[in-house]
Structure formats: structure tokens, C-alpha cells
């Protein structure tokens, strides 16, 4: 078991590093006039990269990840396209919460009674 956090907390540290040092070489870029566009580090697209990540380390299981998803989606897509997105949100949103709900795993609780 102990092996198990180790190994977990190394796997995190790598990847806080990753992202990092992602930032760092974007910032250094930047400074030589290389640009990218605005939207790729709002705040609507860390929420839908972390709703994403937040996902798939718990094999998409509950529903965090996926109200995550759905918001940065919207904002960033917003911000990608340029389009008023308000009436189209609610009927997405309600397909995939509707997909989601038809698509996940059955929860099977085991009950344990002592007599």
C-alpha cells in the first residue's frame, strides 16, 4: 500500500511538471514573438482540460467531471468560434447529460449483513 501512494504522488509531481514546463516553454516562446491564440490558456480551458483529466482518473465515474466539461466546453467554444453559443447550451447539455445517464455503469452496491 505504501508503494501504491509513492508511486501515485511520483505520477502527480511528473505531471505538474509536464505542465510546467509546457508554460515555461509557451512564456519563452511568447517573448520571441511566437503567439497563440488567446482562448488555448483561459480559465474555460483548464476547466475542460481538468474535467477531462479529473474523468479519467476516476474512469469516469460521478458527475464532477462531467459539469467541468460541459462549462469549459461551452466558454471555450465560445471563444474558439466567436458565437453566441446561450441557445445552443441548454440542448447540449441536456443531450449529454442524457447520454451519460444512458451510458454509465450500473452501481451495484454488496451488502454485508452480520447476524
Given at each position: 500500500m505504501k508503494n501504491?501512494?509513492?508511486?501515485?504522488s511520483r505520477s502527480n509531481r511528473m505531471w505538474i511538471g509536464i505542465i510546467v514546463l509546457?508554460?515555461?516553454?509557451?512564456?519563452?516562446l511568447d517573448n520571441f514573438g511566437i503567439s497563440?491564440?488567446?482562448?488555448?490558456?483561459s480559465w474555460?480551458?483548464?476547466l475542460?482540460?481538468?474535467?477531462?483529466?479529473?474523468?479519467?482518473?476516476?474512469?469516469?465515474?460521478?458527475g464532477g467531471w462531467?459539469?467541468?466539461?460541459?462549462?469549459?466546453?461551452?466558454?471555450?467554444l465560445s471563444a474558439i468560434t466567436g458565437i453566441y453559443l446561450a441557445p445552443y447550451f441548454f440542448p447540449f447539455a441536456f443531450?449529454?447529460?442524457?447520454?451519460?445517464?444512458?451510458?454509465?455503469?450500473?452501481?451495484?452496491?454488496?451488502?454485508?449483513?452480520?447476524?
Open positions: 501504491f501512494k509513492y508511486s501515485d509546457i508554460f515555461g516553454i509557451v512564456f519563452l497563440f491564440p488567446e482562448w488555448l490558456f474555460s480551458t483548464f475542460l482540460a481538468g474535467g477531462i483529466i479529473l474523468g479519467a482518473r476516476r474512469n469516469f465515474i460521478g462531467l459539469s467541468m466539461v460541459l462549462i469549459g466546453g461551452y466558454f471555450t443531450i449529454a447529460l442524457g447520454l451519460y445517464l444512458i451510458l454509465k455503469q450500473p452501481f451495484h452496491h454488496k451488502l454485508n449483513i452480520n447476524k
